[in-house]
Antibody, heavy 120, light 107 residues
Framework: VKLQESGPGLVKSSETLSLTCTVS????????WGWIRQPPGKALEWIGY???????NYDPSLKSRVTISVDRSKRQFSLRLRSVTAADTAVYYC???????????????WGNGTTVTVSS | SYDLTQPPSVSVAPGQTARITCAGD??????VHWYQQKPGQAPVLVVY???DRPSGISDRFSGSNSGNTATLTISRVEAGDEADYYC??????????FGIGTRVTVL
């Protein structure tokens, strides 16, 4: 399984960040597909996930600005983050998310990541 | 918000054992997962569901979870193990949470 992020590396402040992750080597069902970011020099931050059916779950801190969607025919899922600021500058990763019996999720396959800079 | 506490750094000599802790509330009811991230690279899953290893991960990596602390143990440490290590859990309120990361330095 391979994941590849794509999208603009530079976004203007107050505009919308849009990224796409292309999946190869696996079917999109029955998995969850997630986005994670990492600001420069900081820890990983979970953004949210989309299930292959299209249902979503987002981090509460970003929920008002985020939309994650899936296009199974293209084997792609996408991230849209509205009203970006400098604080959204980060490396953005897409990942396949698996579940555990006790509840919860983890990421077993990651894309290489793409750097997005928000300019003023 | 749900917080995970990791030591910022751990130093270990080659051939010795490194132990990285991750603390949080009600860990006994959660599964803990661990990722290794080398500079400029994407994270790699090294332990999932407290103590399981993905295919292809060295058996020098092991995990445990007891009480309110989970531990990632790296046995017979090698220079190539130098990286940042993140623990991660799922919390029903805050959803997916990462620790702040622990920098492992091989002396």
């Amino acid at each position: 399984v391979k994941l590849q992020e794509s999208g603009p590396g530079l976004v203007k402040s107050s505009e919308t960040l849009s990224l796409t992750c292309t999946v190869s080597g696996d079917s999109m069902s029955p998995h969850y597909w997630g986005w994670i970011r990492q600001p420069p020099g900081k820890a990983l931050e979970w953004i949210g996930y989309v299930y292959h059916t299209g249902s979503t779950n987002y981090d509460p801190s970003l929920k008002s600005r985020v939309t994650i969607s899936v296009d199974r025919s293209k084997r792609q899922f996408s991230l849209r983050l509205r009203s970006v600021t400098a604080a959204d500058t980060a490396v953005y990763y897409c990942a396949r998310m698996l579940t555990v019996e006790s509840g919860g999720y983890y990421m077993d396959v990651w894309g290489n990541g793409t750097t997005v800079t928000v300019s003023s | 918000s749900y917080d995970l506490t990791q030591p910022p750094s751990v130093s270990v000599a080659p051939g010795q054992t490194a132990r990285i802790t991750c603390a949080g509330d009600n860990f006994a009811s959660k599964s803990v997962h661990w990722y290794q991230q080398k500079p400029g690279q994407a994270p790699v899953l090294v332990v999932y569901d407290d103590s399981d290893r993905p295919s292809g991960i060295s058996d020098r990596f092991s995990g445990s979870n007891s009480g309110n602390t989970a531990t990632l143990t790296i046995s017979r440490v090698e220079a190539g193990d130098e990286a940042d290590y993140y623990c991660q859990v799922w919390d029903i309120r805050d959803h997916l949470v990462f620790g702040i990361g622990t920098r492992v330095t091989v002396l």
